[in-house]
């Protein structure tokens, strides 16, 4: 590699050239991100001050978020006593935009470390004089790179609107400290398994940890007054109450714990060999048995560790959107005015709560669908794609029960969220009849989620360099599905969960759905078709 050069340590040597190709790499799949999260950030919050004018259809909005369910979802509201533009923002879009961007940085460091080095890119750079923790840098350079370039276009994107700058720094300080945070996380978790897609569920396992500790420490404690909230990197951006009263020195808690997150992966990365991890990895059988035969067993076993990841993560939310039903009730008979808001009084918050929740715990299952594609596409660097289409196994019935595998995991998933949703509706709520309308509004947004499924096999047939388009689309989707009454019209035209009758807010509406299953099965068809046609990396 000419592009390696030496940079007078040992250990550091040639870490100039391989942080010049990560972010050749990188460029476009940053550019995508970046323009992403700003561009939805503007056009979010623009809506918010058209909707939102009068201090008075703020002062409801404030009463709202203020309920226990809101609070879990959102934040603890700073300034709610007076609430402005600035604190809406801060309030309702601030952690939407930290969990991509979190999700972003750490899927950043995966792809240039563990999965390179399980597909056995590093191993051929390493043969040149590059030293062991070049690597290292040069991943954790890229997604730093990529959480400040997110970082700077979402200010200058806030800038174009009235908010106060001192505000708008203080909100993409948080944003970026949560995604050095998280490439901190995904650096040691890349030296604790042999296999990227291991350590990327890692990661986002204690993602989803911390916003469920901050989410609970909210509940219990308001205005981040919980310890639970100040164990997650969620809480310490969001206490920098931006756009009420800034204060940055919550950032630096996170600076201090991403810099020891590095320092960590630094000390962990001599302590293996290359191609190994420190977990132990258990020895399988001499034979497999016969549940392992084909393809879509084989897949099953292989992806079984992020559908429990995942599918924990979804279920336990559910579980807790069901719990706090109960106390959203009481907050709305303590508030009267709140029902206002609603055509149908108090049972119809309850009914839209549940609808909204159900869309973002289908966004998170749309999530899952796409990280299942994306294992494909691993397989397919890795040369093991390559390995298994040598036999006899068509491409079609190689990606196929890869999207097969994904497909059905969110079918159960969601199912399984339902039931649990509704079971601890019915102990909150003192009733017996959520579960099977909870399981219905959870099932009918399957196929919006295949639809996502669909969109992420088209760009693994047609365009698999660009995959990060997909993970675009789903913060596309999952900004609209939360806040798609908020934004511009027409704004929302390219999400299929706008078309998702939801349930138990609205009536049953089975043409959309059958729609969006016709169109699903199209966009898997037209993905599959093109993977046919392309060169398979081998």
Do not use: K
Request: net charge neutral.
């Amino acid at each position: 590699m000419s592009t390696v050069v030496d940079t007078g340590s040992s250990e550091l040597a040639g870490t100039r050239g391989l942080v010049r190709v990560a972010l050749r790499l990188d460029r476009w799949r940053t550019l995508v991100w970046a323009v992403a999260v700003a561009g939805l950030t503007q056009v979010s919050v623009s809506a918010i001050a058209e909707l939102y004018s009068t201090p008075e259809s703020r002062a409801g909005r404030a009463q709202l978020i203020s309920s226990p369910a809101a609070t879990a979802l959102a934040g603890p509201g700073y300034g709610l006593d007076d609430y402005t533009v600035g604190a809406m923002t801060a309030n309702e879009l601030g952690l939407w935009i930290m969990v991509p961007v979190g999700i972003m940085a750490l899927l950043t460091v995966t792809r240039h470390l563990r999965a390179a080095e399980e597909d056995g890119r590093l191993e051929l750079v390493r043969s040149a004089p590059v030293g062991r923790d070049a690597p290292v840098v040069a991943g954790l350079t890229a997604a730093v790179v990529a959480t400040l370039a997110v970082g700077a276009l979402t200010f200058l994107a806030l800038l174009t609107t009235e908010l106060d700058p001192v505000g708008s720094a203080a909100l993409v300080g948080g944003v970026v400290m949560v995604g050095l945070v998280f490439a901190g996380v995904s650096a040691v978790t890349s030296q604790l398994t042999a296999h990227g897609r291991t350590a990327s569920s890692l990661a986002m396992a204690v993602l989803g940890v911390a916003f469920l500790l901050r989410a609970v420490g909210d509940v219990r404690g308001p205005e981040s007054t919980s310890v639970l909230t100040w164990l997650s990197p969620f809480g310490w951006a969001q206490a920098t109450r931006a756009y009420v009263d800034e204060r940055f020195w919550p950032l630096g808690i996170g600076v201090v714990v991403a810099a020891v997150l590095v320092a960590v992966a630094f000390w962990l990365v001599g302590r293996r060999d290359q191609g190994t991890g420190l977990l132990a990895e258990r020895l399988g059988r001499p034979r497999a048995s016969r549940r392992l035969t084909g393809l879509v067993a084989l897949t099953l076993r292989r992806q079984l560790g992020a559908i429990g990841a995942w599918g924990f993560g979804i279920v336990v939310s559910g579980a807790l959107i069901g719990l706090l039903a109960g106390e959203l009730v009481d907050y709305v008979d303590d508030e009267p005015q709140l029902a206002q808001m609603f055509p149908t009084g108090s049972n119809g918050v309850i009914a839209s709560a549940f609808a909204l929740y159900t869309v973002f715990l289908a966004v998170m299952a749309a999530a899952y669908a796409s990280t299942a594609v994306a294992a494909a596409r691993s397989e397919e660097v890795a040369t093991r794609g390559a390995l298994a289409l040598s036999a006899p196994v068509s491409r079609t019935r190689w990606l196929g029960s890869q999207v097969g595998v994904g497909g059905a995991a969110v079918v159960a998933i969601m199912l399984l969220t339902g039931l649990v949703m509704g079971l601890t509706a019915n102990a909150s709520l003192g009733g017996d009849g959520h579960v099977p309308e909870l399981v219905g509004a959870s099932m009918v947004t399957v196929p919006a989620i295949a639809c996502v499924l669909g969109v992420a096999v088209v760009v693994m047939g047609a365009a698999p360099r660009a995959f990060g388009v997909v993970w675009a689309y789903v913060t596309y989707v999952g900004v609209v599905g939360l806040f798609g009454g908020l934004l511009p019209d027409g704004s929302d035209v390219l999400s299929p969960f706008t078309y998702t009758p939801q349930l138990p807010a609205e009536p049953m509406d089975w043409p959309p759905v059958l729609v969006l299953c016709v169109v699903a099965v199209a966009l898997v068809g037209a993905g599959l078709a093109a993977f046919r046609r392309r060169d398979v990396i081998g």
